[in-house]
């Protein structure tokens, strides 16, 4: 079973900067695509930025440029270097993983955590 662990949020004022980390755990597996969504209060969950199975990346329009995703392969973890945060980042960011254990494939998500950005 993979387990996907996320941290890094926090409270931090418009403006600044944070990164999340997440890690996936587990054996048997191989991770086809893997990115963070949020959901902030009242609204839908979206997609913040994201590794294609190819490798490349996709970002909400709302984040491009301030945000960067960057990943560790050995690791199997991901990163979101958020920058430049505004008041409407706030949000639960979730990681998520499509994973493989040679049989079929299935989607995996993290818990989440709590991003607070103060106006």
């Not at 926090?10 to 600044?16: E, F, I, K």
């Not at 902030?40 to 199975?53: D, I, M, N, Y």
């Not at 392969?73 to 994973?99: G, I, P």
Request: proline letters at 1%; a positive charge.
């Amino acid at each position: 079973q993979v387990q996907l662990v996320e941290s890094g949020g926090g409270l931090v004022q418009a403006g600044g900067s944070l990164r999340l980390s997440c890690a996936a755990s587990g054996s048997g597996f191989s991770i086809i695509d893997m990115g963070w969504y949020r959901r902030a209060p009242g609204k839908q969950r979206e997609l913040v930025a994201h590794f294609t199975s190819g490798g490349s990346t996709n970002y909400a329009d709302s984040v491009k440029v301030r945000f960067t995703i960057s990943r560790d392969n050995a690791k199997n973890t991901v990163y979101l270097q958020m920058n430049s945060l505004k008041h409407e980042d706030t949000a639960v960011y979730y990681c998520h993983a499509r994973v493989t254990n040679a049989l079929w494939e299935y989607d995996v998500w993290g818990q989440g955590t709590q991003v607070t950005v103060s106006s």
